[in-house]
C-alpha cells in the first residue's frame, strides 16, 4: 500500500495557546509518548526567542490594526505522510524510517511550506521522537493586501469554506509529495486520528487487566493441563473469536480504504481528464474556425453571382454558370469548363487574376481575418496535394563500419565501464554499432520491432560528450531500447525509462552486477528523452514502471511530468549525477575492494 499525504491545521486564538502549543512541539514540557533519547530539528525559524513572541512581533510589523479579540493569531499546520512511506519494509516498526525517504520527505515539505507562506511561516519543527516523523509548521495568517490577520482569507471563514479550503491544500501538498510516491488521501473522508489520552485509557482499562488474571496457572498444574484448561475456559473461547472477528473486520477495512483509495484516485484523474478535454475543446473549436474557409457563396455573391432558385447549387452572373458544393466549385460556361477548390481560387477564377491580387480582393471585402482565413485554407490544400504526390520519406540508418566497432567497444567497455559481454550481445542483435566516423550508433525501433531512427554518441577525441538523433529519425516513434529477463516470449512485467542509449545500457548494468546476473523480471529498459515522445498507452499496461532519470533539475522535472501521465510509475534516482556516473563509482569501489582483499594479510580479518 502506497504511502497517504497528512495536513491538519489547528486554530490557535490567543497568545496561551500559542504558547501551550509551542510547549509541546518544542518539548518544553515533558511528552508521555516521545523518546528522550531523539532529537528533533528545527526546519524553519529562530531558535532563541518564544514563539508567541515571534508571532506577535510578526503581527505587529505586517498588519496596520489591531487583531479582533476573536482573531486567529496563528495556524498551527501538521504535515506527514503514512507509515508504509516512511518504513515500507514493515510500516509496524514505530520509531523507525528510511534516512533517504525522511530526507526527502522534509525537504520537500519545508519547500511547500516556503513556496506557499514564504516568511509567514515562523517556525517548522521536524518531529523524530515520535512513532512515526511528522512536522509542525507555524504560520501567521496575515492578508497582505489589507495589512491585518485573516485566518478566513487563509483557511477559510465558515464550515464548509474551510473544508474546501482545506481540501484544496490537501491536494496541493499531496501534489507536491507525489514525486516521492506518496499519495492523496481519500476526498472527503470522515477519518480521524486517535487521541493519545483515549489511546492510553483504553490500554489501561481495568476490565483489560481482570481477565488478564485467568492467565496465571495453578500450582502444581502441568503446562498440558493448563493449556487444556485455557481452551475449555469460555471467556477465553469468547475472546479468541472476538480477536477473529477483529481481524477479519481489520483486513476487511484494509481492503475497503485500498478500494476508495483506487476510487478517488480515479475520480482525481477523470476529473483532470475532463478539465484537460474541455481546455482541448475549446481550443479546437477556436482552432477548427481559423481553419475554415470561407464561405464560397458569400464569396460568389460578392463577385457579383446570384444563385439560380430554379436549379440548387448554381449561380450565374458575369458571364458564369458555376456550381458550389461546398469548399468546390465547377463553371459549366461553355467558354470555360474549370473547377477548383477555395476561396481564393474562386476570387482568382472569376476576376481573371493572379495569386496576389486575389488575395487583396479577399482582404478588402473580408478583411484581415478573412485573408488569414482564406490563405490558411489555400495552404492546406496545397500541402496536401503535395503530401499526396511526394512519397513518404523512409529513415536510412548509418552504413556500418566493422573495422571501427572495435573502438566503439573499447570506448563503451572502458570509458563508459560497462560490460564487454554485455555490449558484444547488444551489438550482435544490431542494436548498436560504429559508423566510419568511429561514432556509436544507437538504433531507435518503434514497439513492433521497425526502425525509424538513430542515436548517435561520438567516441573519438579527447571531447567524445556530443550526442544526439541521425536526421530522420522519429522521435515520438521510437526508442532504443533491449529486453532482459524472464520467458523469452513473455509478458513485459517492468519497464524502466532512461534519458539515453548510454543511461539505459548503464542501469541495465548495475541491476545485473546487483543480481549476480540476468534478472528474473521481464524487463524493457527504454530511453525516452522526453515526456514528448512517451508512449503512454503501452506502458500503462505494463505493471511496474521506474522513472530513472538524472538526480538534478532537469531529471527531476522530467521524471515529474511523466509520472503526471503514468500514475503507477515510480521514481528511481542514481547516486551519483546520472547512471554511468553511478556505474563508474560502483567499479571504483569494486577494484578498491580487490585491493584491499589482496593486500590483507593471511589470518588477519577485513575491518568493514
Not at 532519470?549 to 511530468?561: F, I, K, L, P, S
Request: hydrophobic share 35%.
Amino acid at each position: 500500500m502506497a504511502g497517504l499525504a497528512i495536513l491538519r491545521v489547528v486554530k490557535l486564538k490567543s497568545f496561551g495557546n500559542v504558547g501551550g502549543s509551542e510547549a509541546h512541539t518544542a518539548r518544553l514540557q515533558e511528552t508521555a509518548n516521545a523518546d528522550p533519547q531523539k532529537t528533533n530539528i528545527r526546519l524553519v525559524g529562530d531558535i532563541d526567542h518564544p514563539l508567541k513572541e515571534i508571532v506577535k512581533l510578526k503581527i505587529k510589523s505586517c498588519t496596520k490594526y489591531k487583531p479582533r479579540k476573536d482573531a486567529v493569531l496563528c495556524s498551527e499546520m501538521f504535515l506527514s505522510a503514512s507509515p508504509e512511506y516512511f518504513r515500507p519494509y514493515d510500516p509496524s516498526l514505530a520509531g523507525e524510517w528510511d534516512q533517504e525517504r525522511l530526507r526527502n520527505f522534509s525537504n520537500t515539505s519545508k519547500n511547500w511550506l516556503i513556496e506557499n507562506y514564504g516568511d509567514k511561516c515562523v517556525r517548522a519543527e521536524l518531529h523524530l521522537d515520535e512513532a512515526t516523523p511528522h512536522i509542525h509548521a507555524y504560520i501567521v495568517p496575515i492578508d497582505e493586501k489589507a495589512h491585518l490577520l485573516s485566518h478566513y482569507k487563509m483557511f477559510g471563514g465558515s464550515p464548509k469554506e474551510c473544508r474546501i479550503k482545506l481540501s484544496k491544500l490537501q491536494d496541493s501538498y499531496a501534489q507536491a509529495l507525489a514525486p516521492l510516491g506518496i499519495e492523496r488521501g481519500v476526498k472527503g473522508s470522515k477519518a480521524t486520528h486517535t487521541k493519545i489520552k483515549e489511546y492510553y485509557q483504553a490500554v489501561n482499562s481495568q476490565p483489560l487487566t481482570l481477565e488478564l488474571e485467568r492467565l496465571e496457572p495453578i500450582l502444581g498444574e502441568t503446562a498440558q493441563r493448563f493449556y487444556t484448561r485455557m481452551k475449555a475456559d469460555p471467556v477465553i473461547q469468547a475472546l479468541d473469536h472476538q480477536l477473529a472477528d477483529r481481524q477479519r473486520a481489520i483486513e476487511h477495512e484494509q481492503r475497503a480504504v485500498q478500494n476508495a483509495i483506487a476510487s478517488e484516485k480515479l475520480r482525481q484523474q477523470q476529473e483532470t481528464t475532463i478539465k484537460q478535454l474541455e481546455s482541448e475543446s475549446w481550443d479546437l473549436r477556436q482552432q477548427t474556425e481559423k481553419l475554415r474557409d470561407l464561405s464560397l457563396e458569400d464569396v460568389a455573391w460578392l463577385l457579383g453571382l446570384d444563385r439560380d432558385h430554379n436549379q440548387p447549387g448554381q449561380w450565374r452572373g458575369q458571364g458564369h454558370i458555376m456550381n458550389i458544393d461546398g469548399s468546390k466549385f465547377y463553371d459549366f460556361h461553355p467558354s470555360e469548363q474549370k473547377g477548383g477548390g477555395g476561396a481564393i481560387d474562386l476570387v482568382m477564377h472569376v476576376n481573371q487574376c493572379d495569386n496576389a491580387q486575389a488575395i487583396a480582393w479577399v482582404h478588402d471585402n473580408f478583411g484581415e481575418a478573412g485573408v488569414e482565413k482564406a490563405v490558411i485554407a489555400q495552404a492546406r490544400k496545397i500541402a496536401t496535394e503535395f503530401a499526396q504526390l511526394e512519397p513518404r520519406p523512409k529513415f536510412v540508418p548509418p552504413p556500418a563500419d566493422d573495422h571501427q566497432w572495435h573502438k566503439v567497444k573499447n570506448y563503451l567497455t572502458y570509458s563508459r565501464e560497462l560490460l564487454p559481454s554485455f555490449i558484444q550481445a547488444v551489438h550482435d542483435q544490431g542494436l548498436i554499432y560504429a559508423d566510419e566516423q568511429q561514432n556509436a550508433v544507437f538504433l531507435m525501433r518503434n514497439l513492433d520491432g521497425e526502425t525509424t531512427g538513430a542515436f548517435l554518441n561520438v567516441t573519438e577525441g579527447e571531447d567524445n560528450s556530443f550526442e544526439g538523433y541521425v536526421t530522420g529519425s522519429k522521435r515520438t516513434d521510437g526508442w532504443f531500447h533491449l529486453k532482459l529477463g524472464g520467458e523469452p516470449n513473455g509478458e513485459i512485467e517492468k519497464v524502466v525509462l532512461c534519458k539515453s542509449p548510454i543511461e539505459v545500457l548503464s542501469f541495465a548494468t548495475l541491476e545485473m552486477e546487483v543480481e549476480q546476473g540476468i534478472p528474473k523480471t521481464k524487463t524493457m529498459y527504454m530511453a525516452v528523452d522526453s515526456p514528448k515522445s512517451l508512449p503512454v498507452e503501452f506502458i500503462q499496461t505494463v505493471p511496474a514502471v521506474e522513472v530513472a532519470y538524472d538526480n538534478d533539475h532537469a531529471g527531476n522535472e522530467t521524471a515529474r511530468m511523466i509520472m503526471e501521465q503514468l500514475h503507477h510509475a515510480m521514481r528511481v534516482k542514481p547516486k551519483g549525477k546520472d547512471w554511468n556516473d553511478t556505474l563508474s563509482a560502483w567499479r571504483k569501489y569494486q577494484k578498491q575492494q580487490k585491493r584491499d582483499h589482496q593486500h590483507q594479510q593471511p589470518g588477519q580479518e577485513l575491518e568493514l
